[in-house]
Each structure stands twice: as structure tokens, then as C-alpha cells.
């Protein structure tokens, strides 16, 4: 009989890969996840027991952002087989590792290829590389916190619903798919999304895969429930390939 396989420290810790040293980091060093974690502790809706499958999926998941929001290179990022690793939203064809780490998480979850009629209409993942589209999200809800709300199958392939919240503290700016600029007024709402997302895992518990459904409209119909939204028609967008410093990020889906 097969040994069962380690537990891996990140799927034990929601912080286990902040902690290395050696990786090359998107700003240097490790980002600080210390308000996320806090606004967690205090508005999350369970409380799951330590070491039960729905902890150790929320962890992984947690590490996996950290990863595809602040590492830099492929070979670092222990939360994923990165040879073998796709990422899919919805019906989307599923994009690589590389895709993700040239796009960023926002971009790769939001689409660069196809977006809705309603996300166009407020963000275009094409006119916003990666420091502006994180710089963006972090801007108009400083915290954006995550959550497993139920796990419906065990490894190797874990099916989990989860949620994902923060508040709309910050006006909203951005570029759309017509090419305006967008900009809403913050509200202090809570924006809170819920989805339903397929992990594959291999004997390491690395993702191979990862298959996401969500309603990718939801945030922007929060954002905006009374279309105060101003869009400027705009020649070219003055926000593109600005850099984001350290300091202004903190987590991305963060997909923590």
C-alpha cells in the first residue's frame, strides 16, 4: 500500500511561501499580507478546524496567490507543477503558468480575449498590464480577502465553493474595452463575490490544473449598483505601464 504523501507547509500555513528567502520577488521582497489576514480573522463566515481538508485547501489556495502575484519566476512557485499547470475561468480556453505570470492574476481571471458586456464597459485586461491592473484593485478595495466556504470532493481532484470580499474604499480608474476612462466613485460596500472552483492535484498536492466558475460580472455590477460610472473618451491611456512599488500592493483575487 502507497504511502500517504507529506502534507506540504503550504498547505499547513496561508503564509508558508512568504517566508522564501531565496525567491526572486516581484518587488524585491516578500509583499505584506498582514491587513488581509487581519480583515480575514474578523469577517470571514466560517472557521474551519486546523488540518481539516477545507483549512488545507484555503491555504493552498492562499499560497498559490501569493505565487502568481509576486514571484516572478516559474521555477519558485511551489503551490503548482508548473510544467504541466493550466488556469481556466468559466468556458475560456485555459491559459499557462507563463500566461498568468505575464498577465497577472487580475488580468488572467478577468480575460484579456473575451470579455463580458458588462466588465468591458469598465475594465479592458488588455489596456492594463500587470503593475496597473494590481495597482488598480488594490487602490479601490485595500484588503480583498478569501475564503472556502465548502470542499465537495477530496484529492487528487478537489471541487470547493468559496468567497471572496473586501470593502470599496477607493475610487475606481480604470481603461475599457471602448477605450474611456472609467472611474467610479467609492461607496464603503462590502463587494463580495462566490464561486465554484475544480483543483487538480498531483502525488506532491502541486495544482496541475485549476478550473474556475464565477459570475465575472458580479464585481462591477457591486462596485456600481446606480451606474455613477463617468467614462471619458481618451486618445490613449496615460495609466499604461505604470509601476506599482511594494508598498501599494498587498494581495490580488488577489485568488487571497
Not at 511561501?17 to 525567491?23: E, G, I, M, R, T
Not at 498531483?202 to 455590477?221: A, G, P, Y
Amino acid at each position: 500500500m502507497a504511502a500517504e504523501p507529506a502534507v506540504p507547509d503550504y498547505m499547513m500555513d496561508p503564509n508558508a511561501v512568504l517566508k522564501d528567502a531565496d525567491a526572486e520577488w516581484r518587488y524585491k521582497q516578500p509583499p505584506d499580507y498582514q491587513k488581509t489576514r487581519k480583515y480575514y480573522s474578523e469577517t470571514k463566515t466560517r472557521n474551519h478546524t486546523a488540518g481539516s481538508l477545507p483549512a488545507l485547501v484555503e491555504n493552498l489556495v492562499k499560497n498559490w496567490e501569493i505565487e502568481a502575484s509576486f514571484k516572478t519566476q516559474l521555477s519558485d512557485w511551489r503551490t503548482v507543477d508548473f510544467t504541466k499547470y493550466s488556469f481556466a475561468v468559466n468556458d475560456r480556453e485555459p491559459v499557462s503558468a507563463e500566461h498568468m505570470l505575464r498577465v497577472g492574476t487580475y488580468n488572467a481571471i478577468i480575460g484579456v480575449d473575451a470579455p463580458s458586456a458588462i466588465s468591458g464597459t469598465y475594465y479592458d485586461a488588455n489596456g492594463m498590464d500587470f503593475g496597473t491592473s494590481h495597482k488598480t484593485f488594490k487602490r479601490m478595495m485595500p484588503v480583498f480577502a478569501w475564503e472556502v466556504l465548502e470542499v465537495y470532493t477530496e484529492p487528487p481532484v478537489v471541487a470547493f465553493k468559496w468567497r471572496h470580499w473586501g470593502e470599496f474604499k477607493g475610487d475606481y480608474s480604470a481603461v475599457n474595452t471602448a477605450g474611456e476612462k472609467v472611474k467610479v466613485p467609492a461607496n464603503g460596500k462590502v463587494v463580495e463575490i462566490t464561486g465554484v472552483t475544480v483543483a487538480h492535484l498531483n502525488d506532491k498536492l502541486q495544482v496541475t490544473k485549476l478550473r474556475t466558475w464565477f459570475d465575472s460580472d458580479e464585481m462591477f455590477r457591486q462596485m456600481d449598483p446606480d451606474n455613477q460610472a463617468v467614462r471619458t473618451p481618451m486618445s490613449e491611456c496615460p495609466i499604461m505601464g505604470a509601476s506599482t512599488q511594494s508598498s501599494q500592493i498587498e494581495a490580488g483575487l488577489n485568488v487571497a
